[in-house]
């Protein structure tokens, strides 16, 4: 609380206390963006590839996952031919669906 003077209790002014808010805010923005722009020059500069760094490989080959992805299809024409024989529709095919896929 500000008595008459314009001093608070501390007895500091209220441009003391700016100031020293200043100084802060510019501090710790300065090496927040010091620490940033130095990631990013290593990152730009760095002879190894993120792949490298990482030591990241595949979890699976293209083959494992073209086998998957034919697993999956069937698996979800055969849940939807199961629906379709409940409710008395005819049953799709893999090509009826592809036609229907194109078609649209």
């Keep these: ?13 209220p441009r003391a206390y700016t100031r020293r808010v200043d100084v802060f805010t510019l501090v710790t923005g300065g090496l927040i963006a010091f620490f940033l722009v130095g990631a990013l020059l290593l990152g ?3 002879k190894r590839s993120a792949l490298e760094i990482l030591d990241w490989k595949p979890t699976r080959s293209p083959e494992v996952e073209a086998a998957n992805e034919v697993d999956d299809l069937e ?16 049953e799709r095919t893999l090509e009826d669906v592809e036609a229907e896929w194109r078609g649209s």
């Design 1 to 13: 609380m500000a008595t008459r003077e314009g001093r608070d209790r501390s007895g500091a002014s």
């Design 44 to 46: 730009v500069f760095s």
């Design 75 to 90: 698996q979800m024409i055969a849940a939807q031919n199961d629906i379709r024989r409940r409710r008395g529709k005819p």
